[in-house]
DNA sequence: TAAGGTTACGGCGATCGTAACGATC
DNA sequence: GATCGTTACGATCGCCGTAACCTTA
């Protein structure tokens, strides 16, 4: 058994088995890989892979109980480099970033800028994404950290710390009649309105509040982020459902933002990391300046 | 990087960081293990030991960080040749117990001997040792399962089922004086008390029961195993607190047992193995041959 | 000077790449 | 016939062992 064997291992199992592409992402020939397999499967006895002729097509029962500890041995290598790489400089790598574009555009740029400051070294690389690709980068350690709302608490291999908490509002043009007067779940439902995708930005809360008093929820208009919603809000399509920390006082002097806490549950940002995953130390200072700018949201509200 | 260096590292300390050791218990040469550990170190791009001249003397900052991860490797590695070896044949191998004197001679007998009609391919190999020694066969995978009733609920590493309960019983000679009348620990207290070693067969329930009622406990004579302490009673030098399971109605007719139920905390036998390590599918049946086996033992009283 | 560690070098074995072949859609 | 996997074979590289050398109790 070696370390190339079992980092085989998780390759194939990312590639659906194919010896090929697994040949190919470890820069090796063909020929290399197959043979590293059944030598492997040669040591230990068993087959580990389900074949169909000269095909794998799946794993066995005991290569299924192996590959936890497959990526066990990996994650553990994982970190040894890179506690290593930490120790040389800790003021140079990588940090990788997993978002939605709320955040992104919202809430990191002010912590980014602090983090830059201080960690000049560090490359900071951010894709954008919806919340299960978030959680599918973190396991294929394409993120490190990921900041997001929705779905990450259901995930079990992960650390969650909560980052800020925060509240919708909802953006109507100046004559719109929500414009007066207390707002009500009643009220809003006579609305059509526009919010954010499914599984987006607190859009579970707002579904769970309409749901609870039994009102329905007359979306015109999904969108993945609060531009969108705005422009059309702005032609009059409906009402916006947004996060607050999107209402610009300038820019969007044409809107009314009206404060919906009162009615819709406050939503979370939370960050999210693999457990059991050694994190270099400027990505754990990014972690603290994002939980000092989470802070100082939470204060401004 | 490859797995042999992440054993030298575990054998490393193993053998307080003499290469020439570790050399031999890897059969290798000494030249050959000093190699990898410079070339590890060389790729990781700082040491991880801490030397005095050529010699080795300890782990430096990284290195200890990095220990931890190693010995989930090395766990890791471990599992995944258990699980094959398993899948070819679980019906074979060697189970490795380490018990205390008590059990081994009065609770383990059943369940071995039941075990061993059912898997006559499986060698079993028994240490007894003190419970300290116990944990640390654990650790050290000397032993797979441990069978005792003192101390392994302090360790956190320790995956720990309660295998049964039992009670202390007082043994004195036919014509001793408590053989009459109702027993308190004040009427124990009189007399000289021959038991069981500190550390062992729940002697520090006792030691709790003394103490709570501010008593005075006399040990004359404390031993590891019980047949010296009835040898002793028998001479009359005192009581002797067993667990009710060493007396033999027959070979101990010349001697009185009392229980102690009410007077001396039960006592728990534990089943204690490794976290995240995998056992052969016959040790699994064993456990459960002994938590049979331990309600029986329950059941009886 | 014995014991433990390093360095230099030769030999062997493991693993890779090339290439030809086999199977499957 | 294109794609994917296996087998055979030669070349290379890594790792071990021998042995000489260095350092410190």
Known sequence: ????????????????????????KMNVVQSAVSRQL??????????????????????????NRIMEEVSTINRAKN???????????????????????????????KPIQRFREKYPGVIISMVQASPEQLIDHLHTRKADIAICTERVDEVNDLVIETCYE????????????????????????????????????????????FNNAELKLDITLAAADTDVIKTYVRIGLGVGLITGMAYDPLADQDLVMRDLSHIIPRS????????HN????????????????????NNLQ
Chains 1, 2 share one sequence.
């Open 1 to 24: 058994m070696n370390l190339s064997q079992i980092e085989l291992l998780r390759v194939l199992q990312e590639t659906n088995f194919s010896l090929s592409k697994a040949a190919d």
């Open 38 to 63: 059944q030598l492997f499967e040669e040591e230990l006895g068993s087959p580990l892979f389900e074949r169909q002729g000269k095909k794998l097509i799946g794993m066995t029962l005991l290569g």
């Open 79 to 109: 970190n040894i480099q890179m506690m290593a790489a930490d120790y040389l400089d800790s003021n140079q790598g990588t940090l990788h970033l997993a978002t939605t574009h709320a955040q992104a555009k919202y809430f990191l740029p």
């Open 166 to 209: 925060w509240h919708h509002s909802a953006v109507v043009l100046k004559n719109h009649p929500l414009n007066e007067g207390a707002i009500t779940l009643e009220r809003l439902a006579e609305f059509p309105i526009l919010t954010y995708n499914f599984g987006y930005t607190g859009r579970s809360n707002i579904e769970s509040a």
């Open 268 to 275: 979370r940002t939370k960050i999210a990391y693999l457990k």
């Open 278 to 297: 050694y994190l270099p130390l400027y990505s754990q200072h990014f972690i603290e300046e994002l939980l000092i700018a989470g802070n100082e949201v």
